[in-house]
């Protein structure tokens, strides 16, 4: 017969019992609490470092700038409009191969000259943006890779540019590209002192720093207004965009930025078709092809008072395309040459009006008219006051 001894729990045992299960709980607490304290440790210092990695970016970018030379003090006997023979590009005629007119540029201050409303001594001349200027805003693999013929190609879409030697391609275009950036970059410090300052070129809006395309290789927009954060300490920025395309790559670069406020009026029917960006812009107005000159400014004139009232900008930057011209191939608008005179006009008075500086970039315009028309736009914005030639237009 088997006999089965049924243990008689003692108050010793239980007590044994007891500690060993508290020994086992402060076990698995010590264990949680360990890796609990690593992972704590871990995120602070991936925070830390992050947050280092930021501000020593920052703090290089604001020594770059503080360094750059493209900054420089101009006589009041020059007008704040800027430009240099350099800004025209001429490639053994390959340059006609893309429908942009690639000396504009030089024809609309010859228009300005030979009609008695500028000075041709009056103009003022950039310095080219060196690569340490570039890189406030470019990334040095994206400065890299405009060293290769055919990624230039892609970004001004003439593919037979990439047969040519790298050397012949900085020269004979991103050179006056780099020398529009830096008249970019200098209108937003004239504009600051005289009230207004138009770069005849520039308005590089599809570029941001990591990516160039739709005929912009670098990111002008971009990087004046980082200079214009550091130099003249302004910390609210207005882009008007108003170029028939979206500006697709200023909303990148700002994307989230408080300090911009960017009122993008484009054809939601054209090139780039970047959703992404979309998400970036602040005050959206959409104009589908077709739109007409008294439609476009109805919409303008709206969406003036909606920004008026949204927000107290310290500097306007106003990309003033001419593709939104009828007849335009690309922009697919129909907006009159006196439609463009009232549109440029309609954002200066808004600046103007506010004593906010303006900067206007002349940007994109696909039809040999747009230097006629722009030439014509800044005799009337010069004939209602609103900018001064330096002689009566």
Request: glycine share 6%.
């Amino acid at each position: 017969m088997n006999c089965r001894v049924t243990p008689i729990p003692t108050e010793s045992t239980r007590n044994l019992c007891e500690s060993v299960a508290i020994f086992r709980v402060l076990l698995q607490y010590q264990t949680l609490s360990a890796s609990l304290y690593r992972y704590i440790l871990t995120t602070t210092m991936s925070s830390s470092a992050s947050a280092s990695s930021d501000s020593d970016e920052e703090t290089l970018r604001r020594n770059r700038i503080l360094k750059s030379k493209l900054y420089f003090d101009v006589p009041l006997s020059k007008v704040p409009v800027i430009y240099a023979a350099s800004y025209d590009i001429a490639f053994l005629g390959i340059e006609k191969l893309h429908p942009f007119d690639s000396t504009k540029w030089g024809r609309i201050c010859r228009f300005l000259v030979s009609d008695g409303a500028l000075h041709r001594s009056c103009i003022v001349e950039p310095l080219e943006a060196s690569k340490d200027d570039l890189l406030v805003v470019h990334s040095e693999s994206y400065l890299n890779s405009l060293k290769s013929s055919a990624n230039v190609a892609m970004i001004i879409e003439v593919p037979p540019v990439a047969l040519f030697p790298n050397c012949l391609v900085q020269q004979k275009v991103l050179h006056p590209f780099r020398n529009q950036v830096g008249g970019t970059i200098l209108a937003a410090k004239l504009a600051k002192e005289r009230g207004w300052a138009i770069n005849v070129g520039g308005g590089f809006h599809h570029c941001c720093g990591e990516k160039g395309g739709g005929f912009c290789a670098y990111a002008d927009i971009s990087l004046c207004i980082h200079y214009a954060f550091v130099q003249l300490n302004i910390s609210r920025v207005m882009i008007i965009d108003l170029d028939a395309h979206q500006g697709n790559g200023h909303e990148l670069d700002f994307a989230n930025d408080r300090r911009v406020y960017i009122l993008d009026m484009y054809n939601p029917g054209i090139y780039p078709f970047d959703y992404e960006a979309r998400r970036y812009i602040d005050q959206k107005v959409e104009v589908a092809s077709g739109t007409t000159t008294n439609e476009y400014l109805k919409k303008l004139d709206e969406a003036l008072e909606v920004a008026g009232h949204t927000f107290d900008p310290e500097l306007v930057v106003y990309n003033a395309g001419t593709d939104i011209l009828d007849g335009d191939p690309l922009g697919r608008l129909k907006i009159s040459p006196d439609g463009i005179a009232n549109r440029d006009e309609k954002v200066f008075r808004f600046a103007r009006e506010r004593n906010i500086p303006i900067v206007m970039l002349t940007s994109g315009g696909y039809m040999k008219s747009s230097a006629r028309v722009i030439a014509d736009s800044m005799i009337n914005l010069s004939k209602k006051s609103l900018i001064d030639l330096g002689k009566n237009a």
